[in-house]
């Protein structure tokens, strides 16, 4: 299996698509999206939502998981989705699977008219503004379960010399740009983002370099 995601991820370079990090990574940072949803109780019968899907590096594990009909994606790059679905999945697997895709680049959950279990977002908000962020939140109150969560990852900023985002837009690789930038936030400002929208959030552990965070319904 590892040889054939390689040969897989060396066909999405071959095409000129990002793979979302280094090769050498693919695996792993693809691997660890299925295995943190694992952790927090994920089964194949849930219904999961994938922000920023890209080419399917992650999303190929959670498909091959969940049951049919149940992996949503998310991805404005229409070109990285297409390649991600051809590459990574192929006409067998997505004909079994049947999982649903958008290309929205507003953030809108509502799109597929479903509510969600568990939403995951690695390295969304590494790239989004606080005011995306708190459409996220806002999103996934509206789409979820009561007893759904959101995981998402962050990278924490060094202050004085790291410090937190303050641009009003996505900063990084998108369908509309091709030039790099990482986005820091403290935990503490998406916390409080949180309890605005009536959310708990709750300070996770570092995996594949990046801070996890859980984000649950309200009492």
């Known amino acids: 299996m590892q040889d054939s995601l390689l040969l ?24 660890c999206q299925l295995e943190i949803l694992l952790a927090h109780g994920l089964t194949p019968d849930d219904f999961v939502l994938d922000v920023g899907c890209g080419a399917l590096r992650g999303g190929w594990w959670v498909i091959n998981f969940l049951r049919p009909g149940r992996y949503f994606g998310i991805e404005p790059n229409r070109t990285m989705l297409d390649a991600g679905k051809e590459v990574m999945l192929g006409e067998e697997l997505l004909a079994e699977k049947k999982p649903n ?39 996934f109150k509206q789409c979820s379960n009561t007893s759904g969560c959101f995981l998402t990852s962050i990278l924490e900023p060094r202050l004085p010399i790291i410090p937190e985002y303050k641009g009003s837009g996505w900063i990084g690789r998108s369908h509309k740009s091709d030039v790099a930038g990482i986005a820091h936030y403290r935990f503490r400002t998406l916390r409080k983002f949180a309890q605005m929208a009536g959310l708990n959030a709750e300070r996770l552990g570092i995996v594949e370099g990046q801070r996890w965070i859980k984000i649950t319904h309200g009492p």
């Open 8 to 31: 897989k991820a060396d066909e999405l370079e071959r095409r000129s698509i990002f793979l979302g990090g280094p090769r050498k990574r693919f695996i792993a940072a693809g691997r």
């Open 101 to 139: 895709f958008s290309n929205n680049d507003n953030f809108d959950f509502s799109v597929f008219g479903q509510k969600f279990d568990f939403v995951i977002g690695r390295s969304i908000w590494t790239h989004a503004s606080k005011s995306q962020i708190q459409d996220m939140l806002q999103s």
